[in-house]
Antibody, heavy 132, light 107 residues
Framework: EVQVVESGGALVQPGRSLRLSCRGSGFTFGDFAMSWVRQAPGKGLEWVGFIRSKVYGATTEYAASVKGRFSISRDDSKSIAYLQMTSLKTEDTAVYYC???????????????????????WGQGTLVTVSS | IQLTQSPSFLSASVGDRVTITCRASQAISSYLAWYQQKPGKAPKLLIYSASTLQSGVPSRFSGSGSGTEFTLTISSLQPADFATYYCQQINNYTPITFGQGTRLEIK
């Protein structure tokens, strides 16, 4: 059974740092891109960033609201992805979800497998509260 | 790319046919997904590539559209379908964006 489990959420003061972890099981973690998506209390979904699989260079992309403050990394040997958050602001308060991207697909036009950016498995979420 | 869902709130009865619309601020081909979220739970992927039903999702859910206008249709509402629905675009995956959500409630 595919599972994605986040951990590390906490109450932190503005300006401090926090690292979230996301452990995957039931699938070959290294074959999949992973994203973080957050949801502020009573609000909608906001994509935070993703890390591609190593086949695609394990490159990362971020939302403008977190670029330069947040970074995503992965340790495929442990099946874990990390979200390192620095210079936290009160507006970063949210439930943070880790998500698995849908499997890469074969593009007959390019002759390559291409990454997908839809999210087929989500964790239960971990709450980050930024407050003094 | 901004996504605008309509309506933002919808009240309907069990058995009703319901349609939710998602409009993109620029053409996104068919790079659109729909998610369902129930209170206190993580979102669930229903449809991707505008019209492909995710494995295990009931066939009463369907998606259509391309370019800038997309729809999610539930053919006959069931009690389990009352939730909030979000569209997501990946055409320009930096950034990936979501619509603001449509809350579907029981009339």
């Amino acid at each position: 059974e595919v599972q994605v489990v986040e951990s590390g959420g906490a109450l932190v003061q503005p300006g401090r740092s926090l690292r979230l972890s996301c452990r995957g099981s039931g699938f070959t973690f290294g074959d999949f891109a992973m994203s973080w998506v957050r949801q502020a209390p009573g609000k909608g979904l906001e994509w935070v960033g993703f890390i591609r699989s190593k086949v695609y260079g394990a490159t990362t992309e971020y939302a403008a609201s977190v670029k330069g403050r947040f970074s995503i990394s992965r340790d495929d040997s442990k099946s874990i992805a990390y979200l390192q958050m620095t210079s936290l602001k009160t507006e970063d308060t949210a439930v943070y979800y880790c998500t698995r991207h849908v499997s890469p697909y074969y593009d007959i036009l390019t002759g390559y497998y291409e990454e997908e950016y839809y999210f087929d498995y989500w964790g239960q979420g971990t709450l980050v509260t930024v407050s003094s | 790319i901004q996504l605008t869902q309509s309506p933002s709130f919808l009240s309907a009865s069990v058995g009703d046919r319901v349609t939710i619309t998602c409009r993109a601020s620029q053409a996104i081909s068919s790079y659109l997904a729909w998610y369902q979220q129930k209170p206190g739970k993580a979102p669930k992927l229903l449809i991707y590539s505008a019209s492909t039903l995710q494995s295990g999702v009931p066939s009463r859910f369907s998606g259509s559209g391309s370019g800038t206008e997309f729809t999610l249709t539930i053919s006959s509402l069931q009690p389990a379908d009352f939730a909030t629905y979000y569209c997501q675009q990946i055409n320009n995956y930096t950034p990936i964006t979501f619509g603001q959500g449509t809350r579907l409630e029981i009339k």
